[in-house]
């Protein structure tokens, strides 16, 4: 699959954009029309909830880590979407 995305761990509850929030540009190696597969350096653990944006839209929305593999310089990542996202796969 390959699909560049920019992945935003959200530092509170709400869903804005906020200061301490981390963000990392990775490439979905893998995804389902529910869940994705990525590597990345940021620390993420189970239940954290992110979000996953490509460079168009087109795909813009939050997910909850489901499973992680920790490795010395990244994790790699499995995250399903918290609400449907229609034929994402198809507008990427």
């Not at 940021?42 to 490795?71: C, G, K, W």
Request: with cysteine; proline share 7%.
């Amino acid at each position: 699959m390959r699909l560049p995305v920019q992945i935003t761990r959200r530092s509170g509850e709400d869903t804005a954009v906020r200061k301490g929030d981390l963000e990392e540009s990775t490439v979905i190696e893998f995804g389902t029309p529910c869940e994705v597969l990525f590597a990345c350096s940021t620390p993420l653990e189970f239940a954290d909830v992110i979000r996953v944006r490509n460079s168009d839209a087109s795909l813009d929305t939050e997910a909850a880590v489901v499973a992680v593999q920790y490795h010395p310089d990244k994790t790699v990542v499995a995250a399903r979407f918290l609400k449907p996202v229609p034929t994402w796969i198809v507008k990427s």
